[in-house]
Structures are given as C-alpha cells and as structure tokens.
C-alpha cells in the first residue's frame, strides 16, 4: 500500500523532539492558518464592515500556533478514551486560546501603534480568539479524530489481509503436501 505522507525534513523541523500532530506538518498548518484568516476577515468584514485585515491574520497565526504547540505537547493527555478526551482537549484548548487571545491582542496594538494601555486585557478580542478557536478547533479535533479512526481500521484489516494470506500459504503446501503423498502411494507403473 502507498502510503503519501508530506512531512517536513527532521532539519527543518522547528521542534527536534516533537512530531507532527494530526497529521499537519509546521507549513501545513501555516498554510491552513492562512485560509482561517481570510475566513475570519471576510467575516468581520461582511459582519463589522471592517476592512484591516491585520488584526485577524495576527489573532489566527499567533492563537492557531500557540494552540497547536499546546495540543502538540499535551497529546499524551488528550489521547484517552471518550468523553476524557474531549474534557482534556477542552481543557487545554480553551486557557491556551484565552492566553493566546490576549497575546495576539497585545500584538495587534504595538502593531497598530496603540501602545498607551499595552498590557490591557481585552475582553472582546479574548472572547473572539476563544470563539473561532474553539470553532476550529473542535472541527479539526473532530476529523483528527475520525482520521486515527479509519487509520487504526486500515492497520487492522491490512494484518488480516497479512493472516488470511499466511493461512492461504499454508493451506496450499498443505494441499502440495498431501498430493506428494498420494503420489507416492500410488505405483509408479500401472500392470497390464
């Protein structure tokens, strides 16, 4: 079976000890990240009628890569059996996407050039990060999820192809077997 897997090389790989989590690679979710922002620009813009799409990109990339490095390191913990799952997904995505918010929030005003009140917690821009955090997030855990799924199937019905194959190998020298022993049994030459 040809397995197509585009990983990153281990040298350009931003994190040595890590490996790539559901499936994405680093540029993979970059590249993921950028289409997120678009979508929530154009949803500010068709919702707000705001037309600087800084702010945005900057929530996605800097909230889209703190949660993934935070889901990245707490996949010993998030791989568990349902519902603990989704309590400990929830339970890293959510602070993660609160601190994250308020970092990007901080971005966005030295980006901005308001940096008069630059520690200020805003609440608005947390609660939005958390919102298409947890949108995203619970949609990319969901087919990540249903990814390991049908991975795990695939494994499974390969090792029975594997053992129905061996018992098919068996069976024929079996069946060799018996025809050598009855060859043997019957006489080489027929009277007459």
């Not at 800084?54 to 990245?72: E, H, K, R, S």
């Not at 989704?86 to 030295?110: E, K, M, N, Q």
């Not at 609660?127 to 087919?143: E, K």
């Amino acid at each position: 079976m040809l397995k197509s897997k585009t990983f990153m090389p281990r040298s350009l790989w931003p994190f040595p000890k890590l490996t790539p989590a559901s499936g994405l690679s680093f540029w993979q979710l970059q590249i993921l990240l950028v289409g997120c922002a678009v979508a929530v620009a154009g949803i500010f813009w068709l919702l707000k009628g705001i037309t600087n799409p800084i702010p945005p990109v900057l929530f996605t990339f800097i909230i889209g890569n703190c949660t993934w490095l935070a889901v990245l390191l707490a996949a010993p913990v998030i791989k568990q059996k349902s519902p603990w799952d989704w309590i400990a997904y929830l339970g890293v995505l959510l602070p993660v996407a609160a601190v994250a918010s308020w970092i990007a929030s901080v971005a966005s005003r030295i980006v901005a050039g308001r940096a008069e009140h630059l520690l200020e917690l805003d609440w608005v821009d947390i609660r939005n990060g958390m919102f298409f955090s947890l949108l995203t997030g619970v949609a990319l855990f969901i087919s990540g999820k249903a990814r390991a799924r049908l991975e795990w199937r695939n494994r499974e019905m390969e090792k029975q192809i594997t053992v129905g194959q061996i018992t098919l190998q068996a069976h024929e020298a079996e069946l060799q077997a018996a025809h050598e022993i009855q060859a043997h049994l019957l006489p080489h030459e027929l009277r007459r």
